[in-house]
């Protein structure tokens, strides 16, 4: 289920690029649905129910959301990088951008529109 909803909804993950912050989100998100999806576990010495820990999930589901954005991530660069020359995706991966940007600090709106009127 978890495979099939979650990781299949991670379309373009690719091409996110992840802060810390993001990361350890993803990793709370991905804890939170697992330990829904396994349930609560009976202790075998007090018999009463407990939630599993984070350690155990990662015992019962190995590929950590995380790595699996990173191996998807990986395969992606791959792909571009046996792209032509000419390719757009190719350029900006390799960093070889084409023209020129204008000096000096960008116009703000406000001063368009003053002059505008």
């Known amino acids: 289920m ?3 909803i979650i990781l299949l909804a991670l379309c373009g993950c690719e091409t996110w ?3 810390l912050k993001e990361e350890r989100r993803l990793s709370v998100f991905e804890s939170r649905v697992l330990k829904r999806i396994f349930g609560p576990k009976r202790d075998e010495v007090t018999g009463e ?5 984070n350690w155990k999930l990662t015992y019962l589901f190995s590929p950590n959301i995380i790595q699996v954005l990173k191996r998807r991530r990986m395969s992606w660069v791959g792909q571009v990088s046996r792209m032509g020359e000419r390719r757009g995706v190719y ?3 390799v960093g070889k951008p084409e023209g020129k940007r204008p000096l000096g600090r960008p116009r703000s709106r406000w001063e368009d529109n003053i002059e505008k009127d």
């Open 2 to 4: 978890y495979r099939t």
């Open 17 to 19: 690029s992840l802060t």
């Open 49 to 53: 129910w407990k939630k599993l820990q």
């Open 91 to 93: 350029r900006v991966l």
